[in-house]
């Protein structure tokens, strides 16, 4: 089991920039930060959970979607077991519950997901 909590969410306006956080910890013997992608998703009211961005820890790949490229930043701390999402040029169609999600490699199916923290972006 990996246990994965968001911070950092909240309310801006347009334009405004957000930086997320998620820590991931596990009880398991043997757990290895490194042994996970990480993504983050999202989801509005009304409207499918997306991919916003992912990283292949290690492999250095890294995914955006194109609504979100250029304006957010997806990092990591591999010594703090935190994966981060930097937000700027906020929209309001940016407003939805962010997720923070783990998936073992090499599958990286994303089995473990947070609680979502909320992010509103007003006009």
């Known amino acids: 089991q990996v246990q994965l909590v968001e911070s950092g969410g909240g309310s801006v306006q347009a334009g405004g920039s957000l930086r997320l956080s998620c820590a991931a910890s596990?009880?398991?013997?043997?757990?290895?930060?490194?042994?996970?992608?990480m993504g983050w998703f999202r989801q509005a009211p009304g409207k499918e959970r997306e991919g916003v961005a992912a990283?292949?820890?290690?492999?250095?790949?890294?995914y955006y979607a194109d609504s979100v490229k250029g304006r957010f930043t997806i990092s990591q701390d591999n010594a703090k077991n935190t994966l981060y999402l930097q937000m700027n040029s906020l929209k309001p169609e940016d407003t939805a519950m962010y997720y923070c999600?783990?998936?073992?490699?090499?599958?990286?199916?994303?089995?473990?997901w947070g609680q979502g923290t909320q992010v509103t972006v007003s006009s």
């Open positions: 999600a783990a998936g073992k490699k090499p599958l990286c199916a994303y089995n473990y």
């Open positions: 990283i292949y820890t290690g492999g250095g790949t890294i």
């Open positions: 596990s009880a398991a013997s043997g757990y290895t930060y490194s042994s996970y992608c």
